[in-house]
Nanobody, 121 residues
Framework: QAQLVESGGGSVQAGGSLRLSCAPS????????WGWYRQSPGKQREFVAE???????NNADTVKGRFSTPIASASNTAYLQMNSLKPEDTAVYYC???????????????WGQGTQVTVSS
């Protein structure tokens, strides 16, 4: 079964930067799009950003101008570069990957543990 693994979370002060990464583990997959989501305590999971291997990207209004989504095609790894972090960015971050036309985690309903990002003021 295809799995995705996030890494790179941590604690940072407001204004700082972090870079999250997401890659498939186990079975080798060639993914053509990536999505990033986050969930804060007491809130529903929300969309953060997405990008395709073709270079199309889309970010939520709350992170535009601060977050970007570079993709390392050779290693089939996606990144969420987060700059100018704010305390309200504190959340558990999750990634999803699209294989063909199927979003792996959205289809399975299993999102894993994600990676914690904590931004202090």
């Amino acid at each position: 079964q295809a799995q995705l693994v996030e890494s790179g979370g941590g604690s940072v002060q407001a204004g700082g930067s972090l870079r999250l990464s997401c890659a498939p583990s186990g079975r080798r997959l060639s993914l053509n799009a990536w999505g990033w989501y986050r969930q804060s305590p007491g809130k529903q999971r929300e969309f953060v950003a997405e990008s395709t291997s073709g270079g199309i990207s889309n970010n939520a209004d709350t992170v535009k101008g601060r977050f970007s989504t570079p993709i390392a095609s050779a290693s089939n790894t996606a990144y969420l570069q987060m700059n100018s972090l704010k305390p309200e960015d504190t959340a558990v971050y999750y990634c999803d990957g699209r294989w063909g036309s199927v979003w792996i985690r959205r289809q399975s309903g299993s999102w894993g543990q994600g990676t914690q990002v904590t931004v202090s003021s």
